[in-house]
């Protein structure tokens, strides 16, 4: 069914070693795989299977020891510091665990800020974060900062701010770890609802797989090895 | 990234931080404020020189010559010159018109014929005072001076025969700020105006008259040029002699550079301080900024627009802080010279000094950006991956970064350095110095640290253990804090140990033993009556020497005259001048050998010379000096050469010889003595009717103008003390608040295990009083060696460890530590331990 068309995401020989002390652990061990553009794709595994290094080498924001990562087409293993920041400011959009708000912004002004990066008239950025803050239910609380917010509502933005600069990725690490099931699926809602509008490709790593089962594809991870993947997605390796 | 966007992100990356940044702003403001102070009170000091050097000569500038004054003197550039006066200055006899019995008719006087506003400076005192001198002198009217009338027992309306014109004695002159010089004065003074020397008929005769054209200039530079001008035209150079008014002194005016020297280099390693405390901030600050950086990098921000955010930042901090405290060095400009009343004279401190809170607001955002190099550095190294691995630190700097880093700060102290010092030497002296007591405090710092550190393993009282433990943890981010306090106390203490010295050098030097006014030539057999007298008039300490005048015949049997042959008429009159020999058995305590020995070594006819007349002679020891003494010649030989301390206004020769070797000489005593004040007019009356040959010099007025002057300096320093202190403060706090952060999750923890909050309380600050500990120990060492190398190099005092204030120091930065780090960590001691450990 794949079209030959290339892929959102290709991952070949992905290998991740890092040194503790004078042993060497492997994290990720030949990790290869394609994800098609749209899909939404769950990394699945337990604690120490290699989950957040695999996303964290997807988004640039580490660097393999051995293998290549292409995502939107782009050598990610091989791009400078500089690169890698214009392309994550054009391309990415990102979800994480603890949030990660800018705690001296407000909520708006932290959904406006990829914009902003991208020279967007401000107008036009204070609209789009507002619409954004409206699709993730919380219109009436742009002005607030993050210390002002619940957990979940923090979240929310987070998902609000990585949809503003329109991505055609998003990486989400365990977006829904630090919240309580019924805030969780709210945020999970309002990513799903999000994507359907964007139509981007989503990563998201969790060990819940009952959020796998919403995805596409589940790739499930085991001592930094591909145990299996479930769903409508390639594995080369 | 857009200008606008790079505004935007510094609006909001400020927004929470208002204590950070007043810690900042109060860092540099004082180091700034010190500078500015210190420029403004320098110029102060300056000020006050003038206001009491310049009276010496009347004028800014003086050109003195033995001829008629050279025309060119009429093209001086106008510019140049505000006013201008004209002095005659010769020896001639006058006589009263009425002759009595029994009392001598005429008297060899030094006349003073004054044409313009002389004196531009000081003041000439007359009696009547009203009108003053220019207001008594008049073509027929001359004013004389008191000891004239007594010695020819004329009364004021009586005339006086000069030359071939007779005058009336209009009034009396009691003081004239120009004749303060101990030269031998051949008679009394007698004040006239220069249409009155005409009428008299002298004004061409006389052959040793001495010209003088006096110039007020508009400010003080324009003395400098005009005096530059003078000596560049080849009429004028070749026959005159140009002095302005800072040379008048140039022991003291060398004594003030160094002290404005010295004061400027403090000033600016308070500055240094406060920049110390400005890295600790930064630090700080940028350290809880590092997640808000690792998500900027996430949202796609380079590392160099994430450097550029926070450069920004502190460059527009480090300018509100110089800003700050610009305008703090001017308040203290305001205030300073209100709190000090009539020590400082109000119109020498002009508090607003547009040059210096220019140069202080440029060091102090050099000095932010300088120190903060650093921090910002690290904060580019922040990897974004921090937003999935919170425990992830910055990269370490590359070897090539650091050894940059370094460059540039070496670079840029050493630029501010010799910007502040003014002279290039004392600016790489004082940065190298600097570098070598920084590095040096790290390392004890670190040395002592880490021995406490393994003595913690013995104890057994956790907090005790813990305390000394933390201190020697690698990577524990007290080192940084230690140098900078103990950076603190050296200047706090070396401050305070200068002022202290030099104020008791102010008694030193202005000893109640030194003596009020000299006689000159007493003869021998006059000895016992002036003795007698001086004992009526209630004098005290009087010390007498025998002296023998005569002119130097030949050096190493060469004649003077070849010797001079080609020399100006200021070099030639070291060598043709009248000396005086001095005759002493020993070497005056307040001299001291530098080369050679006063031994009285048999067959040697021994002479000691002071090394600077020596030196202008090129003369050592060893040489063979024949000097003429009435038309006798006799060689004697320099067996030493001497330092002498002039400013202890005791009595003093250039030249001493051995008693003995001048026995059939004519000789006669110069006297020093202690006069009560008031008793001069009746002392000078006394010796006038019985010894009328000798010459009273009262030098208490010029004891008292150099005690006004070192007053002055001990005063800028103490100034400046207080600056530094408040600097050493605010570090401290600074230097605590930096680790604050870290020690909010470390108080979090212990609570959770079951430590109370007094007993955390306790544990912080038995930990902090040990750094402070360290660097009280390693900051005093560095005081006492500071004060002891500007004391004995700079200003060539000696040395006494004051131990006392030493431990004090050690012990109250130890306190003082304690307890500001108990007062830093209030907040992290009450905040529940939940809410911390859930934040991380």
């Not at chain 1, 091989?78 to 959009?93: F, I, K, P, Q, V």
């Not at chain 1, 145990?227 to 409508?232: S, T």
Request: hydrophobic share 45%; with cysteine; aromatic share 4%.
């Amino acid at each position: 069914m794949a079209p030959p068309t290339s892929p959102a995401i290709s991952v070949r020989g992905l290998t991740r070693r890092l040194r503790s002390g004078d042993r060497e652990i492997t994290v990720l061990d030949d990790v290869s795989f394609d994800i098609e553009q749209g899909r939404s794709v769950a990394i699945l595994g337990p604690s120490g299977s290699g989950k957040s290094t695999l996303l964290a080498l997807l988004a640039g924001l580490d660097q393999p020891s051995a293998g290549e990562v292409h995502v939107g087409g782009q050598p990610v293993h091989a791009m400078d510091e500089d690169a890698l920041a214009r392309w994550r400011r054009t391309s990415l959009g990102f979800v994480f665990q603890s949030f990660q708000l800018l705690d001296t912004f407000t909520a708006r002004e932290n959904v406006m800020f990829p914009l902003e990066l991208l020279d967007t008239p401000p107008t036009e950025a204070r609209q789009r974060a507002d619409a954004l803050l409206e699709t993730v239910g919380l219109a009436e609380r742009g002005h607030h900062y993050p210390a002002q917010l619940s957990g979940g509502e923090q979240q929310r933005v987070a998902v609000a701010r990585a949809f503003a600069a329109k991505p055609g990725i998003l990486l989400a690490d365990e977006p829904t770890g630090n919240l309580d099931g019924p805030t969780g699926g709210r945020v999970l809602e309002a990513l799903d609802r999000l994507q359907h509008e964007s139509g981007c490709t989503i990563v998201m790593v969790t060990h819940d797989p009952a959020i796998g089962a919403r995805a596409d594809v589940r790739i499930h991870l085991r001592d930094g090895r591909i145990e299996r993947i479930d769903g409508d997605a390639r594995s080369a390796g | 990234m857009s200008f606008r966007l790079l505004l935007t992100l510094l609006r909001r990356e400020l927004r929470g931080a208002q204590s950070r940044v007043l810690f900042f702003v109060a860092c540099l403001a004082v180091g700034v404020a010190a500078v500015v102070a210190v420029a403004g009170l320098a110029d102060s000091v300056q000020g006050a020189m003038q206001s009491e050097a310049r009276p010496m000569l009347a004028a800014d500038v003086a050109v003195t010559s033995r001829r008629m004054l050279p025309e060119a003197l009429d093209q001086v550039p106008p510019e140049l010159v505000a006013e201008q006066a004209e002095l005659r200055v010769f020896t001639t006899m006058v006589s009263a018109v009425e002759q009595q019995e029994g009392v001598i008719d005429s008297i060899l006087v030094e006349l003073k014929a004054v044409e313009g506003p002389y004196p531009f400076y000081g003041t000439v005192e007359v009696d009547p005072a009203a009108g003053g001198l220019a207001g008594l002198l008049t073509p027929d009217q001359i004013v004389v001076e008191p000891s004239l009338l007594r010695r020819l027992q004329l009364q004021r309306g009586d005339s006086l025969r000069i030359g071939d014109t007779t005058f009336r004695i209009a009034g009396e002159v009691l003081a004239e700020p120009d004749r303060m010089e101990a030269s031998l004065s051949p008679g009394p003074r007698v004040f006239l105006s220069m249409d009155a020397l005409e009428r008299s008929g002298l004004a061409g005769t006389t052959g040793r008259m001495t010209y003088k054209a006096l110039y007020k200039t508009p400010d003080v530079e324009s003395a400098t040029k005009l005096a530059g001008w003078l000596e560049r035209q080849p009429d004028i150079a070749a026959w005159t002699r140009v002095e302005t008014w800072t040379e008048g002194n140039p022991g003291l005016r060398r004594g003030i550079e160094q002290a404005e020297t010295f004061l400027g280099l403090v000033a600016l390693l308070s500055l240094l301080v406060g920049g110390a405390g400005v890295a600790q901030v930064i630090r700080a600050w940028l350290a809880r900024r590092f997640d808000a950086v690792a998500t900027f990098r996430c949202l796609g921000l380079t590392p160099s627009e994430v450097g550029r955010v926070y450069l920004a930042q502190t460059a527009l901090l480090g300018l509100a802080g110089s800003l700050v405290g610009a305008l703090a060095g001017t308040a203290c400009l305001l205030v300073v010279p209100l709190m000090l009343g009539d020590i400082l004279p109000n119109s020498a401190v002009d508090p607003f000094q547009p040059l210096a809170i220019l140069q202080g607001t440029a060091l102090g955002t050099g000095i932010a950006l300088l120190f903060a190099w650093a921090p910002l550095r690290q904060a580019q190294l922040v990897p974004p991956i921090r937003v999935m691995r919170r425990t992830v630190e910055p990269l370490p700097m590359s070897t090539g970064q650091r050894a940059a880093g370094i460059a540039l700060l070496a670079a840029a102290l050493v630029g501010v350095s010799v910007v502040q010092a003014g002279d290039l030497t004392t600016g790489l002296v004082f940065s190298g110095a600097v570098a070598f007591v920084v590095v040096l405090l790290g390392l004890i710092a670190d040395r002592l640290s880490s021995g406490l550190g393994r003595l913690g393993e013995r104890q057994d009282r956790w907090v005790m253990r813990h305390a000394l433990r933390s201190l020697g943890r690698p990577g524990a981010g007290t080192l940084s804090a230690m140098v900078a306090l103990a950076l603190g106390v050296v200047v706090v203490l070396g401050t305070w140990l200068l002022q202290h010295r030099v104020t008791s050098q102010l008694g030193d030097a202005f000893p109640d033993t030194a003596p009020s006014a000299f006689l000159i030539d007493v003869q021998p057999a006059q000895w016992p009556g002036v003795e007698q007298v001086l004992g009526e008039m209630d004098s005290r300490r009087v010390q007498s020497a025998p002296m023998v005048m005569g002119r130097i015949a030949a050096i190493d049997h060469v004649p003077t005259e070849t010797l001079v042959a080609d020399l100006d008429d200021d070099a030639r009159w070291a060598y043709t001048r009248e000396q005086r020999l001095g005759i002493r058995a020993d070497i005056p305590s307040h001299n001291t050998i530098k080369e050679g020995a006063w031994a009285h070594l048999d067959g040697v006819d021994e002479i000691s010379l002071e090394t600077r007349f020596a030196e202008r002679l090129g003369v050592g020891v060893g040489s063979s000096i024949t000097f003429d003494i009435q038309g006798v010649k006799v060689p004697l030989q320099v067996t030493s050469i001497r330092d002498v301390r002039w400013e202890s206004m005791e009595m003093n020769f250039f030249v001493l010889v051995e008693p003995g070797v001048l026995d059939d000489a004519p000789s006669s005593r110069i006297v020093t003595f202690q006069l009560p004040e008031g008793n001069e007019a009746g002392l000078q009356d006394a010796l006038a009717v019985d010894f009328p040959n000798i010459t009273l010099i009262n030098v208490r007025q010029i004891r008292d103008q150099a005690k006004g002057i070192l007053e002055r300096l001990a005063l800028a320093i103490r100034s400046l003390g207080g600056f530094t202190a408040i600097a050493g403060v605010v570090i401290l706090f600074a230097s605590v608040g930096a680790s604050t952060t870290q020690r909010a999750r470390q108080i979090a923890l212990l609570k959770t295990l079951g430590v109370t909050r007094a007993a955390a309380a306790g544990m912080l600050a038995v930990e902090y009083a040990l750094v402070g500990l360290v660097a009280g120990l390693v900051g005093t060492l560095g005081a006492n060696v500071l004060a002891w190398g500007v004391q004995t190099q700079l200003m060539r005092l000696s040395w006494e460890p004051l131990v006392v204030p030493s431990l004090l120091a050690v012990v109250a930065c130890s306190l003082g530590t304690a307890v500001a780090g108990v007062i830093g960590n209030l907040r992290a001691l009450q905040v529940k331990p939940r809410a911390v450990l859930r934040g991380s």
